[in-house]
């Protein structure tokens, strides 16, 4: 079946340290791939986003490349800041059925201390 | 502004009835779709709605109903066969379903946190 497993959180970084948050995915056809993110008691914002193999997908200095040969799509940030410590959510879509469907990672918690 | 609406924020239901968490968008979306969420978990989507007056079952429909009648509303009724119906609640929308790109992302609203008494 289609799913999608992300690192397990919580992740603690101090501020200005560097991002990895893993994201692997398993899908029958040729999805597209969103990072989510949650602020506390808030909803889903879309952070950023990749249609295809190989599209790299940036936004607020996130970025995360689509990686079809180790069906990956990791989130990374160069510096993190107070500011960015959120639920983060892997998501993938299938295209040409009768829905777009969003298969959700279980998020990853982001803590960054200052 | 342009943008998805939900409310209440806070909704608290007894045992036994019926609740109705409303969701307005003014992006001109055709899609609508539903998610819950629950601690520790990702989102899964209960109902969707590709135009109006047309809706599909999710993954876990079960215990809920939505009606479709306007381009802009879709509201989700919890009712009270919904075994656990303690959750946050996300309504989104996309421009369409199926074409791929740019026209299927979905934006989400701010939820309802419902907690049953």
């Known amino acids: 079946g289609n799913s999608v497993t992300q690192m397990e959180g919580p992740v603690t970084l101090s501020e200005e340290a560097f991002l990895t948050i893993n994201c692997t995915y398993t899908a029958t056809g040729y999805p597209s791939l969103f990072w989510y993110v949650q602020y506390p008691g808030e909803g889903l914002q879309l952070l950023l986003k990749a249609t295809k193999a190989d599209d790299k997908g940036s936004n607020k200095g996130f970025e995360a490349t689509y990686r079809k040969e180790t069906t990956s799509f990791h989130l990374e940030k160069g510096s993190v800041q107070v500011s960015d410590s959120a639920v983060y959510f892997c998501?993938?879509?299938?295209?040409?059925?009768?829905?777009?469907?969003?298969?959700f990672g279980t998020g990853t918690l982001l803590a960054v201390q200052p | 502004d342009g943008g998805i609406t939900q409310s209440p924020k806070y909704l608290f239901r007894k045992e036994g009835q019926n609740v109705t968490l409303s969701c307005e968008q003014n992006l001109n979306h055709d899609a609508m779709y539903w998610y819950r969420q629950d601690p520790g978990q990702g989102l899964r989507l209960i109902y969707y709605s590709q135009i109006v007056n047309d809706f599909q079952k999710g993954d876990i429909a079960e215990g809920y109903s939505v009606s479709r009648e306007k381009k802009e509303s879709f509201p989700l009724t919890v009712t009270s066969a919904q075994k656990n119906p303690t959750a946050f609640y996300l309504c989104?929308?996309?421009?369409?379903?199926?074409?791929?790109?740019?026209?299927?992302?979905?934006?989400f609203g701010p939820g309802t946190r419902l907690t049953v008494l």
């Open positions: 989104a929308s996309s421009i369409e379903v199926g074409s791929g790109g740019l026209r299927d992302t979905q934006y």
């Open positions: 998501a993938l879509s299938l295209y040409g059925g009768a829905t777009n469907k969003l298969i």
